[in-house]
T-cell receptor, first 115, second 112 residues
Framework: DGGITQSPKYLFRKEGQNVTLSCEQN?????MYWYRQDPGQGLRLIYY???????QKGDIAEGYSVSREKKESFPLTVTSAQKNPTAFYLC??????????????FGQGTRLTVV | KNEVEQSPQNLTAQEGEFITINCSYS?????LHWLQQHPGGGIVSLFM???GKKKHGRLIATINIQEKHSSLHITASHPRDSAVYIC??????????????FGTGTRLTIIP
């Protein structure tokens, strides 16, 4: 079955350490996205990628980095520069077709806790 | 003003009640999504709508493109329906590509 997989579901890290969250999809989607959710707030865009080897900053990119070496994979690194890394992180993917194929699929999410 | 607004923000109801959650948006869209987020945080995609109405079990989602409004209904609500329900739109940007925009969610609590 096609889908989008995030791992792990829960992640704990010590303050000052970088941590990488995994997102993989086998839907042949062009676009992939990372969002962050804080308590009482909506999901906010961190980074997105339309094609392999290209990505763009979203609304809250500071303290994060991404790569898109393969179409299927879009890992997110939360660096030590991110002031408040504890949050719920959601990965999504879709076709990039100017609205012709609007399907978007969502991962289950990763809850990161930094102690 | 947020591009996607949900109401109510919080909703508490008795088991068996009919539930309605509303979503209004202010941008041109190619699709609207309803997501369910359980207390553990995991996200489940419930519906994707471009027009009309969809039904899955006790859940019904409708969309009115002209009014830029969607509703999610739950019939015969049950405590296991307690979750945060999130509306998201695939908005068409000025550059003709998709952008996902999320509402802040509606926290639903069903009391036995």
């Amino acid at each position: 079955d096609g889908g989008i997989t995030q791992s792990p579901k829960y992640l704990f890290r010590k303050e000052g350490q970088n941590v990488t969250l995994s997102c993989e999809q086998n839907l042949n989607h062009d676009a992939m996205y990372w969002y962050r959710q804080d308590p009482g707030q909506g999901l906010r865009l961190i980074y997105y990628s339309q094609i392999v080897n290209d990505f763009q900053k979203g609304d809250i990119a500071e303290g994060y980095s991404v790569s898109r070496e393969k179409k299927e994979s879009f890992p997110l690194t939360v660096t030590s520069a991110q002031k408040n890394p504890t949050a719920f992180y959601l990965c999504a993917s879709s076709f990039w077709t100017g609205g012709a194929k609007p399907e978007a699929f969502f991962g289950q999410g990763t809850r990161l806790t930094v102690v | 003003k947020n591009e996607v607004e949900q109401s109510p923000q919080n909703l508490t109801a008795q088991e068996g009640e009919f539930i309605t959650i509303n979503c209004s948006y202010s941008v041109g869209i190619s699709a609207l999504h309803w997501l369910q987020q359980h207390p553990g945080g995991g996200i489940v995609s419930l519906f994707m709508l471009s027009s009309g109405k969809k039904k899955h079990g006790r859940l019904i989602a409708t969309i009115n493109i002209q009014e830029k409004h969607s509703s999610l209904h739950i019939t015969a609500s049950h405590p296991r329906d307690s979750a945060v329900y999130i509306c998201a739109v695939t908005a068409i940007s000025n550059f003709g590509n998709e952008k996902l925009t999320f509402g802040t969610g509606t926290r639903l609590t069903i009391i036995p």
